[in-house]
């Protein structure tokens, strides 16, 4: 057979005292033992390091790294024989029209993981490193081989194995749908045509990638891993979807039983990197036979060829060279021409192509030329592709679903609607923002085994007469487009009774029913669909339903229902999850790290698609601080549209000295949210886009305007303007001293219709009362100062009015310059309280107005000190306890619905790994709820009595 390349072998070996000895050999000669004295250990020692800090932060290639390549060159081809071997084989090969392959061995550890990839070129070019260098190739030769080499391509069709292990429990969950979705999007017309066929396993537990190997008699061709990963082994899952971590050589026995192997990719973290523990040197030295590193274990034990990664890879770079890799290996070309095709698009890459992160993947070899793994000549069997009829009625769909930082959630939800779950309900909460485009992504992850897809607004049923019979005809449309057979009601059917018999049929098959924007759905429409809800959930069977609206609706569903529902509730992004999806994504904002939660907090959020424009304009202008993008970005967002009929929290103040100060009032806020891990943004007249909200400051017009004093008609006149407007929170900003019935009378009128009331105390030093502050429904609010009622307050604690105290002033949470000059006092106290109304309702959309101000009173600090001569008790704020107990009650509403594991409760409570871990604790502490024995995972369930409050 031909020889299809031009081998160029390279032994690099370290002696005593560390010195080296270089051997080459090629078909036209060799050159053995040559000594490389004074070789600048020190420097090569720490190569590996400086690419991974140079791929970790985006750094553009810098001049270290070209000095470690001259080092690498210098080592082996210092020597003059050498070299002149190298150019005899390089001309020969260029004669032949033949690829050039280094293939270098490297004893020990230390030395075989030097990234022999940066090396340059001797002969010099615009391409600079010989990896990149036309029809040159340097890959790693492994040390040991203990199976034969495979010596003809595979016949189509290719068994290709997609691993991706992302444990809901990681510190670092990522999307790995997304990462699906852009692998087997590439390979789509490679798998129609039947040259390929991929396997995807998305919940790699041992047991299951046995069982997954075991379906095929073969085995696998190719076995590709992405996911968390080390020197020394894997990150897959337990059976329950927690971490489990799998060494090295327990991976590589099961890579035993694919016994036509030719492949493995290891795009997970580190697989190729250098040993880390100076422990493994001393004892590599001894025993040879260790490896460093998984891919050079499993190039000697299980595969011919295998791929692995020097350092961390962005997920848009893996992207790729996922995509131009297997796009080249399956149109016939070689491994090494594949794996420089992945790297030269990476070079050239508009966004990624100025990083090093080209250099990262390393070609290991068992002794095999890299050459085709396919054979294209061979014939293929077309595969006819799997039917699905979809009805999407009234879903706006986005461009830019890919930017999504909820991995942990989509996993849960992709698993009910896919029929994975023992759960046949999928209940969604959030706002229409979030909501939505969250609904759309978990239709695109679908998979082929779904069928029927059909989403429908709640709008969509708007004036229907019988949303049953519109149903049903929505449904019998799908069913007929997929068995061609016509189904009509019968003449004097009812939605209701054609249901029945379309029921029969929905739930033989394996279908998706969606049912978004529920806070939009009539009384008379809710009151038809929830039998059809109560049947769906309570009826065995493969059809799925989601259920998605800005609260939950229980009252839609069965009381039986919980143990078959699941809930997620999405709420907006806080700082934690934003900044793990950078890290993961454009690691170019991490040259400026220390800068990135300011732009946070000035408006970027959770808005993904403009930090994706910011690392844009990081990428182009690297030494411009970040900060400087965001006005620009902001001023060009489009404006969010009104996806739903109810508002936001809405907020309304009438003091003169917030004039001209609101945005500043609520920036404030915002960033006092962030500090407080609360996501969102709180939005004032004129600002537009802003997709995950906590709440809007009205622009109701102040009666204190452009005078400081105003009649009780004027405020009166004010409030009926804020509750028109749909103010959930009135601050009462302004009073007068006296006893006022008609305050009193307004105010219990507010109450009744939910309207949360904070007032000022007052700030005279007396009893006297303030009105409508102390009216008996307002909250009303006192001065702090060094923690002891302000000396200036109005107390009255015989009338317990007020009845919480806070810092008067706003100095507590790092307040803004323009608030600075405002006179310490209630008013400022009772800013802060408004300020931990809004953030506590944002928490939880569910309770109402008496619930709040509840929360604050029950978790407010009790203190008491000397008023009068005498001891008086008092209640001051403490918004952390506030926000817990908000937290706290969604994880026990959560688990009405039954026993759950760690990760539920956070998808469920839409909170953070990290806010939810002491949660737990405290309710275990108190016996609220207490662990339950599931086998792999543990989950908690509630105590006998307990329920939210």
Same mark, same amino acid.
């Not at 080592?75 to 020969?92: C, I, K, Y």
């Not at 061609?484 to 003449?491: A, I, K, L, Y």
């Not at 907090?601 to 993904?608: F, T, Y």
């Not at 996806?643 to 001209?660: E, K």
């Given at each position: 057979?031909?020889?299809?390349?031009?081998?160029?072998?390279?032994?690099?070996?370290?002696?005593?005292?560390?010195?080296?000895?270089?051997? *080459?050999?090629?078909?036209?000669?060799?050159?053995?033992?040559?000594?490389?004295?004074?070789?600048?250990?020190?420097?090569?020692?720490?190569?590996?390091?400086?690419?991974?800090?140079?791929?970790?932060?985006?750094?553009?290639?810098?001049?270290?790294?070209?000095?470690?390549?001259?080092? @690498?060159?210098?080592?082996?081809?210092?020597?003059?024989?050498?070299?002149?071997?190298?150019?005899?084989?390089?001309?020969? *090969?260029?004669?032949?029209?033949?690829?050039?392959?280094?293939?270098?061995?490297?004893?020990?550890?230390?030395?075989?993981?030097?990234?022999?990839?940066?090396?340059?070129?001797?002969?010099?070019?615009?391409?600079?490193?010989?990896?990149?260098?036309?029809?040159?190739?340097?890959?790693?030769?492994?040390?040991?081989?203990?199976?034969?080499?495979?010596?003809?391509? &595979?016949?189509?069709?290719?068994?290709?194995?997609?691993?991706?292990?992302?444990?809901?429990?990681?510190?670092?969950?990522? %999307?790995?749908?997304?990462?699906?979705?852009?692998?087997?999007?590439?390979?789509?017309?490679? /798998?129609?045509?039947?040259?390929?066929?991929?396997?995807?396993?998305?919940?790699?537990?041992?047991?299951?990638?046995?069982?997954?190997?075991?379906?095929?008699?073969?085995?696998?061709?190719?076995?590709?891993?992405?996911?968390?990963?080390?020197?020394?082994?894997? &990150?897959?899952?337990?059976?329950?979807?927690?971490? !489990?971590?799998?060494?090295?050589?327990?991976?590589?026995?099961?890579?035993?039983?694919?016994?036509?192997?030719?492949?493995?990719?290891?795009?997970?973290?580190?697989?190729?990197?250098?040993?880390?523990?100076?422990?493994?040197?001393?004892?590599?030295?001894?025993?040879?036979?260790?490896?460093?590193? &998984?891919?050079?274990?499993?190039?000697?034990?299980?595969?011919?060829?295998?791929?692995?990664?020097?350092?961390?890879?962005?997920?848009?770079?893996?992207?790729?060279?996922?995509?131009?890799?297997?796009?080249?290996?399956?149109?016939?070309?070689?491994?090494?021409?594949?794996?420089?095709?992945?790297?030269?698009?990476?070079?050239?890459?508009?966004?990624?192509?100025?990083?090093?992160?080209?250099?990262?993947?390393?070609?290991?070899?068992?002794?095999?030329?890299?050459?085709?793994?396919?054979?294209?000549?061979?014939?293929?069997?077309?595969?006819?592709?799997?039917?699905?009829?979809?009805?999407?009625?009234? @879903?706006?769909?986005?461009?830019?679903?890919?930017?999504?930082?909820?991995?942990?959630?989509?996993?849960?939800?992709?698993?009910?609607?896919?029929?994975?779950?023992?759960?046949?309900?999928?209940?969604?909460?959030?706002?229409?923002?979030?909501?939505?485009?969250?609904?759309?992504?978990?239709?695109?992850?679908?998979?082929?085994?779904?069928?029927?897809?059909?989403?429908?607004?709640?709008?969509?049923?708007?004036?229907?007469?019988?949303? /049953?019979?519109?149903?049903?005809?929505?449904?019998?449309?799908? @069913?007929?487009?997929?068995?061609?057979? %016509?189904?009509?009601?019968?003449?004097?059917?009812?939605?209701?009774?054609?249901?029945?018999? /379309?029921?029969?049929?929905?739930?033989?098959?394996?279908?998706?029913?969606?049912? %978004?924007?529920?806070?939009?759905?009539?009384?008379?429409?809710?009151?038809?669909?929830?039998?059809?809800?109560?049947?769906?959930?309570?009826?065995?069977?493969?059809?799925?339903?989601?259920?998605?609206?800005?609260?939950? !609706?229980?009252?839609?569903?069965?009381?039986?229902?919980?143990?078959?529902?699941?809930?997620?509730?999405?709420?907006?992004?806080?700082?934690?999850?934003?900044?793990?999806? &950078?890290?993961?994504?454009?690691?170019?904002?991490?040259?400026?790290?220390?800068? @990135?939660?300011?732009?946070?907090?000035?408006?970027?959020?959770?808005?993904?698609?403009?930090?994706?424009?910011?690392?844009?304009? /990081?990428?182009?202008?690297?030494?411009?601080?970040?900060?400087?993008?965001?006005?620009?970005?902001?001023?060009? !967002?489009?404006?969010? $549209?009104?996806?739903?009929?109810?508002?936001?929290?809405?907020?309304?103040?009438?003091?003169?000295?917030?004039?001209?100060?609101?945005?500043?009032?609520?920036?404030?806020?915002?960033?006092?949210?962030?500090?407080?891990?609360?996501?969102?943004?709180?939005?004032?007249?004129?600002?537009?886009?802003?997709?995950?909200?906590?709440?809007?400051?009205?622009?109701?017009?102040? $009666?204190?305007?452009?005078?400081?004093?105003?009649?009780?008609?004027?405020?009166?006149?004010?409030?009926?303007?804020?509750?028109?407007?749909?103010?959930?929170?009135?601050?009462?900003?302004?009073?007068?001293?006296?006893?006022?019935?008609?305050?009193?009378?307004?105010?219990?009128?507010?109450?009744?219709?939910?309207?949360?009331?904070?007032?000022?105390?007052? %700030?005279?030093?007396?009893?006297?009362?303030?009105?409508?502050?102390?009216?008996?429904?307002?909250?009303?609010?006192?001065?702090?100062?060094?923690?002891?009622?302000?000396?200036?307050?109005?107390?009255?604690?015989?009338?317990?009015?007020?009845?919480?105290?806070?810092?008067?002033?706003?100095?507590?949470?790092?307040?803004?310059?323009?608030?600075?000059?405002?006179?310490?006092?209630?008013?400022?106290?009772?800013?802060?309280?408004?300020?931990?109304?809004?953030?506590?309702?944002?928490?939880?959309?569910?309770?109402?107005?008496?619930?709040?101000?509840?929360?604050?009173?029950?978790?407010?600090?009790?203190?008491?000190?000397?008023?009068?001569?005498?001891?008086?008790?008092?209640?001051?704020?403490?918004?952390?306890?506030?926000?817990?107990?908000?937290?706290?009650?969604?994880?026990?509403?959560?688990?009405?619905?039954?026993?759950?594991?760690?990760?539920?409760?956070?998808?469920?409570?839409?909170?953070?790994?990290?806010?939810?871990?002491?949660?737990?604790?405290?309710?275990?502490?108190?016996?609220?709820?207490?662990?339950?024995?599931?086998?792999?995972?543990?989950?908690?369930?509630?105590?006998?009595?307990?329920?939210?409050?």
């Amino acid at each position: 057979m031909a020889m299809n390349f031009e081998n160029f072998d390279v032994d690099v070996l370290a002696g005593r005292r560390n010195q080296l000895w270089v051997s *080459a050999r090629s078909r036209l000669g060799a050159v053995y033992a040559v000594p490389r004295p004074g070789w600048p250990e020190e420097e090569l020692r720490e190569a590996g390091t400086t690419l991974r800090d140079a791929v970790l932060h985006a750094d553009v290639v810098p001049e270290e790294t070209r000095q470690i390549g001259k080092m @690498l060159q210098e080592v082996l081809f210092g020597d003059p024989e050498v070299l002149a071997l190298f150019q005899r084989t390089r001309g020969a *090969a260029a004669d032949l029209g033949r690829p050039l392959i280094v293939r270098v061995l490297g004893a020990p550890h230390e030395i075989a993981a030097l990234p022999w990839e940066l090396i340059l070129d001797p002969e010099g070019g615009s391409h600079e490193f010989l990896t990149l260098a036309p029809a040159a190739h340097v890959i790693r030769c492994a040390r040991a081989r203990t199976f034969p080499i495979p010596t003809r391509p &595979i016949e189509p069709p290719l068994h290709i194995l997609l691993v991706l292990s992302s444990p809901e429990d990681n510190t670092l969950p990522f %999307d790995l749908y997304e990462e699906k979705r852009s692998v087997l999007s590439e390979l789509a017309p490679l /798998v129609h045509s039947g040259r390929i066929t991929v396997d995807v396993e998305e919940r790699p537990s041992m047991e299951n990638l046995r069982r997954c190997i075991s379906r095929r008699t073969r085995g696998y061709h190719v076995v590709h891993y992405l996911g968390h990963a080390s020197q020394a082994g894997l &990150i897959l899952e337990t059976r329950m979807g927690t971490v !489990r971590e799998i060494d090295a050589v327990q991976f590589t026995r099961l890579l035993h039983s694919c016994p036509e192997l030719r492949l493995v990719v290891y795009a997970g973290c580190l697989t190729a990197g250098p040993p880390l523990e100076d422990e493994f040197e001393s004892s590599s030295r001894d025993n040879w036979k260790l490896s460093p590193s &998984i891919a050079d274990l499993s190039v000697r034990v299980a595969a011919p060829a295998v791929i692995g990664m020097q350092a961390v890879l962005p997920f848009p770079t893996q992207r790729i060279f996922a995509r131009f890799f297997y796009s080249a290996l399956a149109s016939g070309r070689g491994l090494a021409d594949a794996v420089q095709l992945a790297r030269t698009a990476i070079r050239s890459d508009e966004f990624v192509g100025s990083y090093l992160d080209w250099a990262v993947p390393s070609l290991f070899v068992a002794g095999a030329d890299p050459g085709p793994v396919l054979d294209i000549s061979a014939p293929a069997t077309p595969v006819s592709r799997p039917v699905r009829r979809e009805l999407k009625l009234g @879903l706006e769909e986005e461009e830019e679903r890919s930017l999504f930082a909820r991995p942990s959630s989509l996993r849960q939800a992709v698993n009910v609607v896919s029929g994975r779950s023992s759960a046949r309900t999928l209940v969604i909460t959030g706002a229409p923002g979030l909501r939505t485009p969250f609904v759309a992504r978990v239709l695109d992850d679908l998979t082929d085994d779904v069928s029927l897809v059909l989403y429908v607004h709640a709008r969509e049923f708007a004036g229907a007469p019988d949303p /049953v019979l519109l149903l049903c005809e929505w449904v019998t449309e799908l @069913l007929t487009g997929l068995d061609g057979r %016509d189904r009509q009601p019968q003449p004097g059917w009812n939605g209701a009774t054609w249901w029945k018999r /379309v029921l029969e049929e929905i739930t033989a098959s394996p279908a998706v029913l969606v049912f %978004d924007g529920l806070e939009d759905l009539s009384e008379i429409a809710s009151e038809d669909l929830r039998g059809v809800f109560r049947e769906l959930t309570l009826r065995s069977g493969q059809a799925r339903l989601v259920l998605a609206g800005l609260v939950d !609706r229980d009252d839609l569903l069965d009381p039986r229902a919980g143990r078959y529902t699941k809930l997620i509730t999405l709420r907006p992004l806080e700082w934690e999850s934003v900044f793990r999806w &950078i890290r993961w994504n454009f690691p170019e904002l991490l040259r400026h790290e220390d800068r @990135l939660l300011a732009c946070y907090k000035a408006g970027l959020q959770d808005d993904l698609t403009l930090w994706t424009r910011l690392a844009e304009k /990081v990428a182009s202008q690297p030494t411009t601080d970040p900060i400087g993008h965001v006005p620009s970005l902001l001023s060009a !967002r489009p404006e969010i $549209p009104d996806y739903t009929s109810v508002p936001p929290l809405r907020a309304a103040l009438a003091h003169p000295d917030v004039a001209g100060k609101v945005e500043a009032f609520a920036d404030w806020i915002t960033t006092l949210a962030s500090d407080h891990k609360v996501g969102g943004r709180v939005l004032t007249p004129g600002r537009t886009g802003e997709p995950s909200p906590i709440a809007e400051l009205l622009p109701v017009e102040s $009666p204190f305007t452009p005078q400081y004093t105003a009649t009780d008609g004027d405020t009166l006149g004010w409030v009926n303007r804020a509750v028109s407007e749909g103010t959930n929170v009135l601050l009462f900003d302004f009073g007068r001293p006296g006893h006022s019935e008609i305050w009193n009378r307004v105010c219990s009128r507010l109450k009744q219709d939910q309207v949360l009331l904070i007032g000022i105390g007052g %700030d005279t030093g007396d009893t006297e009362p303030n009105y409508p502050g102390w009216c008996k429904d307002v909250l009303t609010v006192g001065a702090l100062a060094n923690n002891q009622p302000a000396r200036s307050a109005t107390w009255d604690p015989a009338a317990r009015k007020p009845e919480l105290f806070a810092p008067n002033d706003l100095a507590w949470a790092d307040p803004p310059h323009a608030f600075v000059d405002i006179r310490p006092g209630s008013y400022q106290a009772a800013l802060g309280v408004l300020a931990a109304a809004l953030l506590v309702w944002s928490v939880d959309r569910s309770l109402d107005a008496e619930q709040v101000r509840k929360i604050l009173l029950d978790t407010a600090r009790q203190s008491s000190t000397t008023r009068d001569s005498k001891r008086r008790r008092f209640r001051a704020l403490d918004l952390d306890a506030a926000l817990a107990r908000a937290r706290t009650r969604l994880l026990v509403k959560a688990l009405e619905h039954g026993p759950a594991s760690r990760r539920e409760l956070v998808a469920a409570a839409g909170l953070s790994r990290t806010v939810t871990r002491p949660l737990l604790e405290g309710l275990l502490a108190d016996r609220t709820i207490r662990v339950v024995d599931s086998g792999d995972e543990k989950k908690f369930e509630l105590s006998d009595g307990a329920a939210a409050a």
